[in-house]
Each structure stands twice: as structure tokens, then as C-alpha cells.
């Protein structure tokens, strides 16, 4: 119900990684991706006008190598699993992935950057603020199957769903380099409290960015970056109502900047979160 554009995929994928260091951890993986799009889609291969080569369906050869730098934390190991418990510092990971062409039918060559921050930090009498920064860049043109596409869960009314673009449409932008950054920050119940009611406000802004070199290689779709940068606001009212272990919110956030609509309507997206009591 969420999503409106779909790829039949089918992946090969082998994966391995270990812990280096105290706080250092590395993961290495060698994938086949064969994508076929459900929707009119053609990439333009060469060619201009009438004597153009397009392709629809696809096959890569991905290899990735990502670090995970995690600075104070601290694990639980037990026979199946090592479970990592946050620490007060940032979270940072940087993945590298080449893409190849012509090893294992692969048909793209491309090299891909991927980096994250993730932080929260809790603040005596104010609450908690948490941050995600996110980036990424391909180094040449790739078909739309394989760009960035921005995490979007806008409907007029839907669930709520952290680290998203709350009123962006589905497959709204595409990017071959991109930069977000998402920020919440929690009250938790130190604005008001009583024996039954303890509403808990969240702020949220998000803010992007995304670039796309080569919009006339993707044909069929509607293609559109973001240079000027999508931002969006709101507040949710989290744990109004609780039923045992569930707790229930409502919220409702706002489209502002260079994307936003004439349309006052159209900039606002009304959500309800559904969370559990920890």
C-alpha cells in the first residue's frame, strides 16, 4: 500500500564480516542483482533521436566493503550473536561498492560511496535529541534501478515512520549524489505529566539535498532531483493513548522550501504512531 512502483528483482548475495578493533567493526560482500522493471521504464545505453540503444532489464556485480567506526560500545555476546549496546557517541559507517562489468554477467561499471552518522544524545531537563546524517555519490550515470532514491512515507493520513521525508511522495526524486540530514528531539514527559495522561512532544526536521547528471538517460519515468534542497517540519504528540504495552500518537508535519506546493493542503501530512512501552 505504501509503494506504487516496484522492480521484480532477484539477488545472489554472500556476506562476511568481523570485529578489528574494540570499536571498529568491517564487513565484506560480493552480490549479483538482476532487476526487471514492473513499470515503463528504458535506460539509454547510446544513441541520439531515433537511432537510440535502451535497455529495460538489468544485471549487476556488486562489490562492497563497509566500515563501522562505533566509539564506546560495548556488546553482549551470547552462542548465536554479538548484540551491540549504544553508546553516548556518534555511529559512523562508510561503504564502498564497485560495481563490475562483464564479471559474473555484470553490466555496469560504477563506484559507489555511501556514508552514515547516527547520534542521540540525552540531555538532563530538556530530553533527547537524536540526528541522522546520511550521504552518497555514484561516480557516472547508472539506470534509475540502482540511483538514490529518497526514503519517502507520505500519505494524507498513514502510519508514522521514523527517518523518512513524512510529505514526500513516493518516487517523487531520484539522485546519483545526495546529502539529508534528519533531526528529532524528544521531551519525553517532562513538559507535563499526571497519573493517566503523559503525552510525550517530538519535534522532527529533515532536510535534503540530491543531484542527477544525466536526467535524459532515464526514459518513461518521471525524473527529478532535488538541488535546491527538500525541507519539511512537524510535531508529534507521542503516547496519547496506551493500552498496556502499546502506546499510540498522533502527529502532522509540513512541506516548506523550493518543492513546497501553492496549495496549502498539499504541503501537510497527518500521521499516528504506534510504539511500544519500554
Request: net charge positive; glycine share 8%; hydrophobic share 40%.
Amino acid at each position: 500500500y505504501l509503494i506504487n512502483r516496484m522492480d521484480a528483482s532477484q539477488c545472489f548475495k554472500y556476506t562476511a564480516g568481523s570485529r578489528i578493533l574494540r570499536y571498529l567493526s568491517i564487513s565484506g560482500s560480493f552480490a549479483i542483482y538482476n532487476k526487471n522493471p514492473l513499470y515503463n521504464y528504458k535506460y539509454k545505453l547510446a544513441g541520439q533521436g531515433q537511432l537510440e540503444i535502451t535497455q529495460s532489464k538489468f544485471r549487476f556485480a556488486e562489490g562492497t566493503l563497509v566500515l563501522r567506526y562505533a566509539f564506546g560500545e560495548k556488546v553482549i555476546k551470547n552462542t548465536q550473536s554479538v548484540i551491540p549496546i549504544p553508546s553516548k557517541y556518534p555511529t559512523l559507517l562508510i561503504g564502498f561498492t564497485h560495481g563490475f562489468d562483464k564479471l559474473a554477467g555484470g553490466e555496469f561499471e560504477y563506484n559507489r560511496l555511501d556514508i552514515k552518522i547516527v547520534a542521540s544524545r540525552k540531555f538532563k531537563y530538556l530530553g533527547t535529541t537524536s540526528l541522522l546524517m546520511q550521504a552518497g555519490m555514484l561516480d557516472r550515470d547508472i539506470p534509475y534501478v540502482n540511483l538514490f532514491n529518497p526514503l519517502a512515507s507520505h500519505r494524507n493520513f498513514a502510519l508514522y515512520s521514523a527517518n523518512s521525508f513524512h510529505t514526500m511522495r513516493y518516487n517523487e526524486f531520484i539522485a546519483d549524489k545526495y546529502f539529508s540530514v534528519m533531526i528529532s528531539h524528544n521531551f519525553g514527559k517532562l513538559l507535563y505529566r499526571s497519573k493517566h495522561f503523559n503525552p510525550e512532544p517530538i519535534i522532527v526536521f529533515n532536510s535534503g539535498f540530491g543531484s542527477l547528471s544525466k536526467p535524459e538517460n532515464h526514459q518513461g519515468v518521471l525524473i527529478k532531483a532535488y538541488e535546491k534542497g527538500y525541507h519539511e517540519g512537524g510535531i508529534l504528540l507521542d503516547n496519547l493513548l496506551g493500552a498496556g504495552l502499546v502506546k499510540i500518537g498522533m502527529g502532522s508535519f509540513y512541506r516548506m522550501g523550493p518543492y513546497s506546493f501553492k496549495a496549502i493542503h498539499n504541503n501537510i501530512a497527518y500521521k499516528i504512531s504506534v510504539g511500544f512501552k519500554l
